[in-house]
């Protein structure tokens, strides 16, 4: 069974830090990773969708990598701001059927 | 305007009822999913359909039912066998295609009292 896990659970950061989230799974056999953004009481938002065939992806200061033989795929964000203050979740989609699994996620805290 | 609408936002039950929670979508997608959060954690899957008329368990479907009569809604029942209700709950839906991304409503928290 595919397990996702995140490291850290929670991060806290001054204004302008580059930081690294990271998220591992169990199974590489995955089609495609996801990162999403969730603000409190609210419902997720997809950042970044890696395909297994690719590496990264990029979006404004945001870059997702993907290591699949590793089982690894990591966050980048550049220049963090107060706005990027949020719980980020990482999914994989398995190669076969179209569930998600999710690790538990990231509270990140961007402090002005 | 196009999105997936979740209904009520809060819902408070008493103990041995059950509750009907509204998913409606549309963005003309074939795969819907409901999806249950507890504080601190990840999404955990419930009930996920693929097309009208047709669904699937997930990881924690004891204790819930869904129906999928029409493609644009997908409503979760939570039932007095359900032993700890209370959470978060997110509906999904998918388009197929190379995107394949999943798009969340704003969620119902559900409150047992």
């Known amino acids: 069974k595919q397990e996702v896990t995140q490291i850290p659970a929670a991060l806290s950061v001054p204004e302008g830090e580059n930081l690294v989230l990271n998220c591992s799974f169990t199974?590489?056999?995955?089609?495609?990773l996801q990162w999403f953004r969730q603000d409190p009481g609210k419902g997720l938002t997809s950042l970044l969708l890696i395909q297994s065939s690719q590496r990264e992806q990029t979006s404004g200061r945001l870059n997702a990598s993907l290591d699949k033989s590793s089982g690894r795929s990591t966050l980048y964000i550049a220049a963090s701001q107060p706005g990027d203050s949020a719980t980020y979740l990482c999914?994989?989609?398995?190669?076969?059927?179209?569930?998600?699994?999710f690790g538990e996620g990231t509270q990140l805290t961007v402090n002005p | 305007d196009g999105g997936i609408t979740q209904s009520p936002k809060y819902l408070f039950r008493k103990e041995g009822q059950n509750v009907t929670l509204s998913c409606e979508q549309n963005l003309n997608h074939d795969a819907m999913y409901w999806y249950r959060q507890d504080p601190g954690q990840g999404l955990r899957l419930i009930y996920y359909?693929?097309?009208?008329?047709?669904?699937q368990k997930g990881d924690i479907a004891e204790g819930y039912s869904v129906s999928r009569e029409k493609k644009e809604s997908f409503p979760l029942t939570v039932t007095s066998a359900q032993k700890n209700p209370t959470a978060f709950y997110l509906c999904?839906?998918?388009?197929?295609?190379?995107?394949?991304?999943?798009?969340f409503g704003p969620g119902t928290r559900l409150t047992v009292l």
């Open positions: 199974d590489s056999a995955i089609y495609n």
């Open positions: 999904a839906s998918r388009t197929a295609g190379s995107t394949d991304t999943q798009y």
């Open positions: 999914a994989v989609k398995e190669t076969s059927g179209s569930r998600l699994t």
């Open positions: 359909s693929q097309i009208v008329n047709d669904f």
